[in-house]
């Protein structure tokens, strides 16, 4: 086949379409194949539209075939171990087997497309679907898996669904698969997001502390007595995956998208802890427990077949009850749960 290089005046549109090939491209092709130096650099560094770390792990063969005829000499070995370094980081911060499958599948919920084309008039999922502005498939925000590590975070905090801005970068039915698992998996651990609580807009700036996020990080903070790392102590979910700018629009949502998709995802969690936040994710965990919700109340339960510790919490927005564990717990049972978070013990 003949082969297309790009050289140093390559544009952003050729290097998007050269990185797409290569997923496709076998050895024998990568062998025909050569990158200039400063083309590389642009590529990972430039605003070609491909996150940069999504380019690396699409390059990951031909970087690697590369490195294995490289001599110690070549001026491209530094900066081609730099890249295999973050190829590696970023692979292991993926999400793997079962929970790649998932945020794919959430992501690209079939409901959504049903409701847009009027195949499900009447669907629970209909109001939520119909309240973002855009109405095109591919261009409007998809629905949130997850946000946080979730194969580790010990600790899982479950809401109504997830809040929409219109001014902050996040996926869309544009983006593919790959570049979708590492925003969600990764997104309080890159630009996405700074702080824990101010994501990345559309102009480059950031945005002012998401009071919920700053919230959740400082009320984990407290409860495990150290500054909490957003996305690696915990992460976030809701019992609704669609986006909103009010949470009341996902009420009748809750029960069909819960039992779509809430036991695959805690099935993926370790997490000791569970934050149930607000009346709408407590309504099914209480269904789920046969319990009363009480905030403050704490449960032991095997959900997703892991045994946890299920915290009732206040809400986000206008909820008046209290929001984090110290608050929401009396004492003595603040410290029952960290000793059950810790391993030394369980709760009653």
Not at 1 to 24: C, F, K, W
């Amino acid at each position: 086949m003949n082969s297309r290089v790009p050289d140093s005046h390559t544009n952003a549109d050729q290097i998007r379409a050269y990185a797409q090939e290569l997923d496709g491209y076998s050895v024998a092709t990568i062998d025909e194949l050569s990158v200039h130096h400063a083309v590389t650099l642009a590529a990972l560094n430039s605003g070609s539209g491909i996150p940069r770390q999504v380019f690396v792990l699409r390059c990951a063969l031909f970087y690697e075939y590369r490195r294995a005829h490289m001599t110690s000499t070549d001026p491209d070995t530094k900066l081609v171990n730099a890249i295999l370094t973050e190829l590696r980081a970023s692979e292991q911060k993926l999400p793997t087997g079962a929970a790649r499958a998932l945020v794919t599948e959430i992501a690209n919920c079939p409901i959504v497309e049903l409701c847009l084309n009027g195949g499900a008039v009447g669907h629970p999922c209909q109001r939520v679907v119909s309240s973002q502005t855009e109405s095109g498939l591919m261009s409007r925000q998809v629905p949130e898996p997850w946000n946080g590590n979730i194969e580790t975070a010990p600790i899982l905090y479950v809401s109504s669904n997830p809040s929409i801005s219109e001014d902050e970068v996040y996926p869309t039915g544009h983006w593919d698969d790959i570049s979708m698992a590492e925003y969600f998996s990764k997104r309080f651990n890159t630009r996405w997001v700074i702080d824990g609580s101010r994501s990345l807009e559309k102009d480059g700036t950031y945005s002012k502390p998401v009071k919920f996020w700053s919230t959740v990080r400082n009320g984990t903070t407290e409860f495990i007595e150290r500054p909490a790392v957003p996305g690696e102590d915990y992460a976030l979910t809701e019992v609704v995956h669609c986006k909103s700018k009010t949470d009341d629009v996902a009420a009748s949502a809750v029960d069909h998208c819960a039992n779509r998709y809430l036991d695959r995802v805690l099935g993926i969690s370790p997490a000791r802890i569970i934050g149930v936040m607000g009346a709408k994710a407590g309504s099914v965990f209480a269904d789920l427990l046969e319990v009363e919700r009480r905030v403050g109340g704490i449960h032991t339960a095997s959900l997703g077949n892991t045994t946890r510790s299920i915290v009732f919490l206040g809400g986000p927005g206008a909820d008046p009850h209290p929001k984090k564990i110290l608050t929401a717990c009396a004492p003595q049972d603040v410290e029952t749960v960290r000793r059950y978070f810790r391993g030394d013990g369980d709760v009653a």
